[in-house]
């Protein structure tokens, strides 16, 4: 039959369609030939990454954008976050040298609670944005990660580290101290001056952690008229912009620390140790640094007009010219230093590959990186190495520098090396037969640094000093032989990263304190160090809630499940912080059951996931085997320990009058602030009359309800089952029943899954049978969150504990939203542990105080998607150049030149000159309460005859962030409309008038806002298949009409 005739049958598509849908996966029909030499061709069409062959890496000059591999955008943290394991006793803890709690900000950031993330960083860190840029984490946290044990590798914790903290830098809430000292007077002693000099990593530690114990007259003197120190001057802007120092610095003046700039350490600049100490500053931190570049003889006399740089001039020259808000001056921004031919980087440190990529900014063509012994003893870490390597510098190993030629102008020329060879013994010789000689114009050395300075010196009188012309520091208190003085960073003789750095004043803080409290106040403080947390306005939100006449300290408390398997799990859930705990349901001994096991598996919904993260599990575990009697006289002890928490007694009995009224009452006499009827377990004890036995009927629950009822005065919850066909039904029935409220819901039944030979698991005994079992997590929360909304709805102000999936505050958020009162969890504690709740109500904090402040375009605390390719900002291409271009093969050539002439035409780095001042975001509103929140949502939750189908909207698609893989397309036309064409060349995706907002594309494109729906501005067309039917944006009345 001919293409033409088979136009005219609606089950063929139309020609536009058949051509739209060339390049649609199809099966092969057999094996598929084309030769290799146009496969070397298609594959330079669509390579991502640099061809081997590839004699440079772009245009560079003047492009500071960030080069680091670590960055991440949201999607690509949550997706590292899920992948983290939150190990116990997590080794990734244990080799970080501020000691952050990795596991903890790592589940904040999978859980989307950016704040809490930041908090957790920020308390241990207050560099954490600093050093989640910069740090070798290849050497430390990420060294010790268990997931090198497995194929897929270590998480990425400082890129991870990086994305919590700069979320929080955009929501521009300050930093304020621990409310417990707010609410104290402190004594006088903490009034005490302190003096810090250099306003580097080390001192902006120290500082902070002083000042967050209560010290209210805290001075940084810095040398500079810029501050920050090395992280400002030395560390280029693509690895630390400068507005990343400035918000940190800006976090610690929050609590009062003072900087004075231009204010150097020296005998003959008037201010030494002894002078700060007798202008009363009680104790002085050092945190100077090494400021003396280190030069060998061979540079003697060589100046910049020649060519000749030490990193300690070059990269602070770089610096000025390249980091928006370093300059405080008005005056016209400084110029980068003028580079061109080939530049000799001496040294293989993290200094020298800095220098060596800001060389190709500044114009060089050529760097080589020229170092003395081989590639098993570079010092620096993988990643800076990696960089440097990516952008085209050559590597020049066992060569050690002989001369420098200059030419009759003066200027460099080349250079001679000898080559370095090891001996036997270890030892590194010249061998002087071996020479090299190195064309060069010019050369920059990066041998290190040390304390030159005699001025300096004699200023840190009387400090011993060592013989290395530093002074002597006790390396566990960071004390020098002056009581009084205290060193850290560089200095100091310890530190040879930021981040150890960064510990460095940390440990001098606590020691500062002790001196301050002991030397000075008399009071004698614990050995064990104990210093204040982060704090912020978001921490002084009132998360407590009152249901029922009782009040509960935050929404969150455990399910009857697993994690309430005995009364010393529940202690030590109350100990981390849970505001109430149901107890494992129990019954009459007459009732007491024995578990099968295997019996909790987990859940395949989420595809073959192994380890925590689960999205479900099923269980066929029984009620508690334990006797009322351990039960309520856990519930005594309990309430007597903590009184403040609501512990809520599970229980579960037959359909007889005479048992529930016993066990209620009995569970009541204990001091259970409330009871909650298990009418819902949806295996083994249905079988027995209980459980899902009695909540399957709307007249049983009423029955049970009201002899409860009678028989107590406390509170009662009724928990229902999901396995019903309309649970608002049942909950009727329970509220009839004079139940104060319901559980919404109990596990679903269901089975996980069968293997290949036909076995369930849980299989059980020899006979490897099994049952269905009840289904929990993530994967019953749409059941969850519909009944929750469905009973609010029809029971307005009819109290609901919401479970079924609760993993977050964000969904916690939406259960409250969507009617809950209080939120129960359970599997989310399988898949960790109790510490859980700190994520959960810092998040639930955070998201209630956004909700106050100007923050356009946020989701929760997701804030606005800027155009990406992995987590870096792209210019808009079409506001550049006009033109459609991918990010692969030969266009992401034409996107670099295109960028790199962009740069050019800048002639410098764009530069503000203007300090520019941080702007506090402050509440514009009261924050809500929990109370506000509840049912927030159900006005707009409803029937589906109240949705207006006259407004209809329109996929778009964001070109510069899009990573061509077609999904949007594969569904759209094999489960769509097939209103996506998708370009043969360049696999640009293009939405078409065909589109009728359906959404799928959305569902399954992999980049977070990549596509987004918007109203539709044309007239919408309804296809009815045959073309007299069809017709432009009509209503379903006037449709139906017709």
Known sequence: MSGQNNQDKVSHDPIDIENLLLLNPRIRQGAHVVPSIETKDNKRHWKRNHEKSCADCGPKKNNFDDIKHTTLSERGALREAARCLKCADAPCQKSCPTQLDVKSF??????????????????????GLTCGMVCPTSDLCVGGCNLYGTEEGPINIGGLQQYAVEVF??????????????????PKIFQTKIGLIGCGPATISCASFLARLGYNHLTIFEKKD?????????????????????????????????????????????????????????????GIGMPDP????????????????????????????????????????????????????????????????????????????????????IRAVPEEMELAKEEKCEFLPFLSPKRVLVRNDGRISAMEFYRAEQTDDGEWTNDEDQLVRLKADFVISAFGSGL???????????????????????????????????????????????????????????????????????????????????????????????????????????????????????????????????????????????????????????????????????????????????????????????????????????????????????????????????????????????????????????????WVREAVKIPF????????????????????????????????????????DGTAWPRVGREKRTTYGGVSGNAIRPVALRDVSAIANALPGFPILATGGIDSADVGLQFLNAGASLLQVGSAVQNQDFTLIEDYATGLKALLYLQTLDVPRWS????????????????????????????????KKQLEEIVGKNKLSEAEPEVDSVDRKRVINQPQTPIPTIQEMIGKSLPKIGAYGKLDN??????????????????????????????????????????????????????????????TVIPKSIPHRVKRGIPEYEFPNKNAASILAQ
């Not at 999901?722 to 139940?739: L, M, S």
Request: net charge negative.
């Open 106 to 127: 790592i589940t904040s950031i999978a859980n989307k609670n950016y704040y809490g993330a930041a908090k957790a960083i920020l308390s241990d860190n207050p560099l």
């Open 169 to 186: 830098k955009q929501m521009r809430v300050p930093q304020v101290l621990d409310p417990l000292l707010l609410r104290s007077d402190l």
């Open 226 to 286: 810029y501050i920050g120190g090395l992280s400002t001057s030395e560390i280029p802007q693509f690895r630390l912009p400068y507005d990343v120092v400035s918000f940190e610095i800006d976090l610690m003046r929050d609590l009062g620390v003072k900087i004075e700039c231009g204010k150097a350490l020296g005998v003959k600049q008037r201010m030494t140790l002894n002078s700060l100490h007798e202008d009363g500053y009680e104790t002085v931190f050092v």
């Open 294 to 377: 280190k030069r060998i003889e061979i540079f003697d006399g060589l100046t910049e007009k020649q060519g000749f740089y030490t990193s300690k001039d070059f990269l602070p020259q770089v610096a000025a010219a390249s980091k928006p808000g370093m300059c405080p001056c008005k005056q016209s921004r400084q110029a980068l230093p003028v580079l061109f031919g080939k530049v000799i980087v001496l040294g293989v440190g993290d200094t020298a590959f800095d220098c060596a990529t800001s060389a190709l900014r500044c114009g060089a063509k050529k760097v080589f990186i020229v170092f003395r012994k081989g590639f098993s003893n």
């Open 452 to 706: 030159q300075d005699q001025d300096v010196i004699d200023a840190l009188a009387p400090v011993k000093m060592n013989g290395l012309g530093v002074p002597v520091v006790d390396q566990r208190t960071m004390q020098t032989s002056v009581p009084w003085v205290f060193c850290g960073g560089d200095i100091a003789g310890v530190a040879q990263t930021t981040v150890e750095s960064v510990n460095d004043g940390k440990t001098a803080a606590w020691s500062i304190h002790r001196y301050i409290q002991g030397t000075l106040g008399g009071v004698q403080l614990a050995s064990e160090p104990t210093l204040p947390k982060f704090f912020t306005p978001i921490d002084a939100v009132d998360l407590s809630v009152e249901v029922c006449g009782i009040r509960f300290e935050n929404p969150f408390g455990l399910a009857s499940a697993p994690p309430t398997t005995s009364s010393a799990m529940m202690r030590r859930a109350f100990e981390q912080g849970w505001a109430f705990a149901l107890t494992k349901t129990f019954s009459l001994d007459k009732d007491l059951v024995l578990n099968v096991s295997p019996r909790i598996i987990r859940g395949t919904t989420s595809g073959h996931s192994y380890g925590p993260g689960q999205g479900s599990f099923l269980n066929i575990e029984l009620i508690s085997e334990k006797t009322a009697a351990y039960w309520c006289q856990s519930v005594t002890e309990l309430k007597k320990d903590f009184p403040t928490k609501i512990i809520i007694a599970s229980i579960m009995c037959v359909y007889n009058r005479e048992d529930w009224t016993e066990l209620a009452k009995m569970a009541e006499a204990c001091g259970a602030d409330a009871l909650e009827l298990n009418l819902s377990c949806p295996h083994g004890m249905g079988e027995r009359g209980m459980g899902l036995a009695c909540g399957q009927s709307a007249s049983t629950v009423r029955d049970i309800c009201l």
């Open 717 to 756: 919850f009724a928990k229902l089952t999901p396995n019903v066909t309309d649970i608002v039904d049942i909950a009727r029935a329970a509220f009839e029943g004079k139940a104060d409220g319901v559980t919404a819901t109990n596990t679903v039944s269901g089975m996980m899954g069968l293997s290949p």
């Open 860 to 891: 929760g605390q997701s804030p606005p998607v800027f155009s990406h390719q992995k987590g870096k900002p792209v210019p808009k291409l079409k506001e550049l150049d006009g033109k459609h271009l991918p990010h692969f093969g030969p266009y």
């Open 950 to 1011: 006259s407004q209809q909207v329109v996929a778009i698609i964001d070109e510069d962030m899009c990573i061509n893989c077609g999904k949007c397309y594969m569904a759209c036309n094999d489960s769509g409309y097939q209103a996506i064409t998708f370009d043969p060349e360049t696999h640009l995706p293009t939405v078409t008038q065909d589109c009728t907002g359906c959404a799928m594309c959305l569902a399954v494109c992999p980049i977070i806002d990549c596509i």
